[in-house]
C-alpha cells in the first residue's frame, strides 16, 4: 500500500459529525464517497450526509459534491453505510434501521454535481430496511438489507436482502428477495458484491454463517430463484472458553460483521469481531472455493483476544491483496493491516497505523479499489482543530511502498530507563525514527519526542533498530515511534506501555557511589502519591538518623557522623504498607605517613630506634 496518503474532510463540517463512519471506493479508486450520519441538516439533527470526493492529478482527494435526500428528517442518520458504482456515476446511501424504509440512489451529472435520482423502498410490508447497502460494480444493481413479514397462521418476520435492478430511464425496481434457511436469523448484517457483480455475500454476524449467491449459468440449480443461486453457506467452529469477564470469550458470533468477495467468487473474506466486549477476540477468515464448488477455510487470521482485527474487511478483485481493519475502540489506538496473498496462506505485507497516533476508531470502517492500489481507512472519532468527533478519512495510494513494520515495537525497562525496540521489513524515502512518550495517567498531554534515529532510506530487507529513552520519572508510560519521510510525511506506530521504576512497585536504586567515602545517592520507584519516609541504620539495627526523600524520589547518603562499615537504608510509606531497603558501605579516608610524622601526639618508635636507644645508654 503506497505511503502516499490523502486526508479527506467535510468543508462545512462539525463537532460530532462522525465523518468516516463509512466509506467507499470506485473500482480505480478516482472516486470516495463518504458518510457523516450524525451531520445535521437544515436544524434537523442526526439527519445524516454523504460527500464525494475526487481524485486530482496530484494524488489529493478533493470534495466534489455533498449528497442530501430530498424528504430528510431529523434522525434518520442517512450516510450509516454508502456504496459507489460505475467509476463513481452512481451513489446510494440507505437510512439508518429505524422504519424509514428508504434507501437512496445518486446519479452525476454531466459537470460533476450529484442529483437524487431513485428512492428504493421494499414492495413487502418491512420494517428496518435501509442499512447495510451493497452496488454492483456497474450500478446496475443496489441490495439493501431489511425485514419481510409473511403471513403464515400468524405474523412472522424474517430478515433478507432485497435487490433492486435499474432500469433504462433510471428507477430501480425489485427484483428478488434473498433469504436464509428458517434457523438463521439476522441476515443482511454485511453485504458485498464481486467486483464483477456475478456474486453476492451475505452476512449475519453470528453463528449462522455468511451465505454466497451466485448468478452464474454455470451455478443454476434447483434452489436458483429470480436468477440467484445459493452455492454457499460459510462458517467455523463456535467453541466457548474462558471466563467473558476475567479472560478472553473464545466465541465467535461476531462472524460475519464484514465480508469482501473476488471477482470470481474463489476467495471469500469474512470478519469476527462482535465489537461488543473487550475479551472478545477479533479474527479474520480466507474461504476458498474448490474445483468442485465448494468453500473450505483457507486461513484464519488471528488478532487475539481484545484485538481489533476483523471489525471490517476488504478484498482486492483478485483476491490477492486484503485489507483488514479494527473497531469502534476509543480508548486504544487500532491498526489496519495489509496481507498478501502467498501460495498457502496470506501474510502480512504492512501496517496503516492512524496519523496522529490517537484511536479516533481508526479503521472502524476500510475498503480498497477493486485494484487494489488505493485504501481508504475512517477514523470517525478524529477531532477536527476544535470540533470535536469531527472526523476524518484517509486514501493510500500507490505512489511507494511505506515502511512495513515487522511488529509492533517492544518496550522494555531498566531502572528510570526506557528501551524501544522495533523491526521494519522494507523502507522507501524513510529519513528516520523518533521514539515518543508520555506518562499515561496524563490525559491530553503532548508526546515528548527524542533524537532521530537515522532510517535506511530504502530497504528491501529487515532492518533492527533500537532506543533509549533515559531519566523518566517512576509511572507508567505510553511509546510510540514516529517514521518521517524524507519529504517530511509522518506516521506512527502502535502504541506499546511500560512501568519505569516499578521493578517491584516499591524499590530503592543505587545511582552513587557505592561503597563510598563523601556522599552517595538512592533513588525511591514508587508512585507519586506514596508519601514516604527513610531512615539509615547501622548493622545492629539501631537508628543512626533521618533521611530526607526529595520530590524527585531522591535519597542522600552522607559520610558525616559515620564510622567505617555497612549500613541499611529503609525507606516506608506514611502507613507503613510498603517497604523498601538498601545495603550502602561507608569507607572512612585513611591517614598517610607524612601526616603521622606531624601529628602532635607521640608515636610508638620502630624497632630499630629501639636498639639505637639502647646502644646510648
Given at each position: 500500500?503506497?505511503r502516499s496518503?490523502?486526508?479527506?474532510?467535510?468543508?462545512d463540517?462539525?463537532?460530532?459529525?462522525?465523518?468516516?463512519?463509512?466509506?467507499?471506493?470506485?473500482?480505480?479508486g478516482r472516486?470516495a464517497?463518504?458518510g457523516?450520519p450524525?451531520d445535521?441538516?437544515?436544524?434537523?439533527?442526526?439527519?445524516?450526509?454523504a460527500?464525494?470526493?475526487?481524485?486530482?492529478?496530484s494524488g489529493?482527494?478533493?470534495?466534489?459534491?455533498?449528497?442530501i435526500?430530498s424528504?430528510?428528517?431529523?434522525?434518520?442518520?442517512f450516510?450509516t453505510?454508502?456504496?459507489?458504482?460505475?467509476g463513481?456515476?452512481?451513489?446510494?446511501?440507505?437510512?439508518?434501521p429505524?422504519?424509514r424504509?428508504?434507501?437512496?440512489?445518486?446519479?452525476?451529472n454531466p459537470?460533476?454535481?450529484?442529483?437524487?435520482?431513485?428512492?428504493?423502498?421494499?414492495?413487502e410490508?418491512?420494517r428496518?430496511?435501509?442499512?447495510?447497502?451493497a452496488m454492483?460494480?456497474?450500478?446496475?444493481r443496489?441490495?439493501?438489507?431489511?425485514t419481510?413479514i409473511?403471513?403464515?397462521g400468524?405474523?412472522?418476520v424474517?430478515?433478507?436482502?432485497f435487490?433492486?435492478?435499474?432500469?433504462?430511464?433510471g428507477s430501480?425496481?425489485q427484483?428478488a428477495v434473498l433469504?436464509?434457511?428458517?434457523?438463521v436469523s439476522?441476515?443482511?448484517?454485511s453485504i458485498?458484491?464481486?467486483?464483477?457483480?456475478q456474486?453476492i455475500?451475505?452476512?449475519?454476524?453470528?453463528?449462522?454463517?455468511?451465505?454466497?449467491?451466485s448468478?452464474?449459468a454455470?451455478?443454476r440449480s434447483?434452489?436458483?430463484?429470480?436468477?440467484?443461486?445459493r452455492?454457499a453457506?460459510?462458517s467455523?467452529?463456535?467453541?466457548v472458553?474462558?471466563?467473558p469477564?476475567?479472560?478472553?470469550?473464545?466465541?465467535?458470533?461476531g462472524?460475519?460483521?464484514?465480508?469482501?468477495?473476488?471477482?470470481?467468487?474463489?476467495?471469500?473474506?469474512?470478519?469476527a469481531?462482535?465489537?461488543?466486549l473487550?475479551?472478545t477476540?477479533?479474527?479474520?477468515?480466507?474461504?476458498?472455493r474448490?474445483?468442485d464448488?465448494?468453500?473450505?477455510?483457507?486461513?484464519?487470521?488471528?488478532g487475539?483476544?481484545g484485538?481489533?482485527?476483523?471489525r471490517?474487511v476488504?478484498?482486492?478483485?483478485?483476491?490477492?491483496?486484503a485489507?483488514i481493519?479494527g473497531?469502534?475502540?476509543?480508548?486504544?489506538?487500532?491498526?489496519?493491516?495489509v496481507?498478501s496473498e502467498?501460495?498457502?496462506?496470506?501474510t502480512?505485507?504492512s501496517?496503516?497505523?492512524?496519523?496522529?497516533?490517537?484511536?479516533?476508531s481508526?479503521?472502524?470502517?476500510?475498503v480498497l479499489?477493486?485494484?487494489?492500489?488505493?485504501?481508504a481507512?475512517?477514523?470517525p472519532?478524529?477531532?477536527v482543530?476544535?470540533n470535536?468527533?469531527?472526523?476524518?478519512?484517509?486514501v493510500?495510494g500507490p505512489?511507494?511502498?511505506?515502511?512495513e513494520w515487522?511488529?509492533?515495537?517492544t518496550?522494555?525497562?531498566?531502572?528510570?530507563?526506557g528501551?524501544?525496540?522495533?523491526?521494519?521489513l522494507?523502507?522507501?524515502?524513510?529519513?528516520?525514527?523518533?521514539?515518543?512518550?508520555?506518562?499515561?495517567?496524563?490525559?491530553?498531554a503532548n508526546?515528548?519526542s527524542?533524537?532521530?534515529?537515522?532510517g535506511?532510506?530504502h530497504?528491501?530487507?529487515?532492518?533492527?533498530?533500537?532506543?533509549?529513552?533515559t531519566?523518566?520519572?517512576?509511572?507508567?508510560?505510553?511509546?510510540?515511534?514516529?517514521?518521517?519521510?524524507?519529504?517530511?510525511?509522518?506516521?506512527?506506530s502502535s502504541?506499546?506501555?511500560?512501568?519505569?521504576?516499578?521493578?517491584?512497585?516499591?524499590?530503592?536504586e543505587?545511582l552513587?557511589?557505592?561503597?563510598f567515602?563523601?556522599?552517595?545517592v538512592?533513588?525511591?520507584?514508587a508512585?507519586e502519591?506514596?508519601?514516604?519516609?527513610?531512615?539509615?541504620?547501622?548493622?545492629l539495627?539501631q537508628?543512626?538518623?533521618?533521611?530526607?526523600?526529595?520530590?524527585?524520589?531522591?535519597?542522600?547518603?552522607?559520610?558525616?557522623?559515620?564510622?567505617?562499615g555497612?549500613?541499611?537504608?529503609?525507606?516506608?510509606?506514611?502507613?507503613?504498607?510498603?517497604?523498601?531497603t538498601q545495603?550502602?558501605?561507608?569507607?572512612?579516608?585513611?591517614?598517610?605517613?607524612s601526616?603521622?610524622?606531624?601529628a602532635?601526639c607521640?608515636?610508638?618508635?620502630?624497632?630499630?630506634?629501639?636498639?639505637?636507644?639502647?646502644r646510648?645508654?
Open positions: 500500500m503506497g496518503r490523502s486526508c479527506a474532510r467535510n468543508a463540517g462539525d463537532a460530532g459529525d462522525a465523518f468516516g463512519t463509512s466509506i467507499a471506493l470506485s473500482a480505480e472516486y464517497l463518504v457523516p450524525d445535521s441538516i437544515d436544524g434537523n439533527k442526526l439527519q445524516g450526509s460527500y464525494v470526493f475526487e481524485r486530482q492529478s489529493n482527494y478533493t470534495q466534489a459534491s455533498k449528497l435526500v424528504d430528510g428528517k431529523a434522525s434518520d442518520r450516510g453505510n454508502v456504496a459507489i458504482g460505475a463513481g456515476k452512481y451513489a446510494v446511501s440507505g437510512t439508518a429505524a422504519g424504509d428508504s434507501a437512496y440512489v445518486f446519479a452525476r459537470e460533476g454535481s450529484y442529483r437524487q435520482q431513485a428512492v428504493l423502498t421494499p414492495s410490508t418491512g428496518y430496511f435501509g442499512s447495510p447497502v454492483s460494480p456497474d450500478g446496475s443496489v441490495a439493501v438489507a431489511g419481510t409473511e403471513e403464515q400468524s405474523e412472522d424474517r430478515q433478507g436482502v435487490v433492486f435492478v435499474r432500469r433504462a430511464d430501480y425496481t427484483d433469504t436464509a434457511p428458517d434457523s439476522g441476515l443482511g448484517r458485498a458484491f464481486s467486483p464483477r457483480g456474486y455475500a451475505i452476512g449475519p454476524s453470528g453463528s449462522g454463517g455468511v451465505f454466497v449467491f448468478q452464474s454455470a451455478d434447483a434452489s436458483t430463484e429470480n436468477g440467484y443461486t452455492v453457506r460459510l467455523v467452529a463456535d467453541p472458553e474462558g471466563n469477564i476475567t479472560g478472553c470469550l473464545e466465541q465467535y458470533y462472524f460475519g460483521v464484514s465480508i469482501s468477495i473476488s471477482s470470481d467468487g474463489k476467495r471469500v473474506l469474512v470478519g469481531k462482535s465489537g461488543i473487550a475479551t477476540p477479533g479474527r479474520a477468515y480466507v474461504f476458498a474448490n474445483q464448488g465448494r468453500y473450505t477455510q483457507k486461513v484464519e487470521i488471528n487475539g483476544c484485538s481489533a482485527l476483523g471490517s476488504s478484498l482486492s478483485a483478485d483476491g490477492q491483496r485489507l481493519g473497531n469502534y475502540s476509543t480508548d486504544r489506538p487500532t491498526e489496519v493491516y496481507f502467498t501460495d498457502t496462506s496470506y502480512k505485507k501496517v496503516l497505523t492512524p496519523p496522529n497516533g490517537e484511536p479516533d481508526y479503521g472502524s470502517p476500510v479499489s477493486a485494484d487494489g492500489q488505493y485504501a481507512v475512517g477514523a472519532f478524529e477531532d482543530d476544535t470535536r468527533i469531527q472526523g476524518t478519512a484517509y493510500y505512489a511507494s511502498l511505506p515502511v515487522a511488529a509492533p515495537p518496550a522494555t525497562v531498566a531502572g528510570r530507563d528501551i524501544l525496540s522495533w523491526r521494519t522494507s523502507e522507501a524515502n524513510n529519513n528516520g525514527f523518533r521514539v515518543q512518550h508520555r506518562r499515561r495517567d496524563a490525559a491530553g508526546w515528548t527524542g533524537a532521530l534515529v537515522a535506511a532510506g530497504a528491501a530487507s529487515e532492518q533492527r533498530y533500537r532506543h533509549r529513552v531519566g523518566l520519572a517512576p509511572g507508567r508510560y505510553a511509546f510510540r515511534v514516529k517514521q518521517i519521510d524524507t519529504d517530511g510525511g509522518a506516521s506512527h502504541v506499546v506501555e511500560a512501568e519505569v521504576g516499578a521493578g517491584a512497585d516499591f524499590a530503592l543505587a552513587g557511589p557505592n561503597p567515602r563523601r556522599e552517595t538512592l533513588a525511591l520507584a508512585p502519591d506514596a508519601e514516604s519516609e527513610a531512615t539509615l541504620y547501622n548493622t539495627g537508628k543512626v538518623r533521618r533521611l530526607d526523600v526529595q520530590a524527585d524520589g531522591r535519597i542522600a547518603v552522607r559520610a558525616e557522623g559515620l564510622s567505617s555497612l549500613y541499611v537504608v529503609r525507606v516506608t510509606t506514611a502507613a507503613g504498607a510498603r517497604t523498601a545495603t550502602v558501605e561507608f569507607r572512612a579516608f585513611r591517614a598517610r605517613a601526616d603521622a610524622r606531624k602532635p607521640a608515636t610508638r618508635p620502630t624497632p630499630r630506634a629501639e636498639r639505637a636507644r639502647s646510648r645508654r
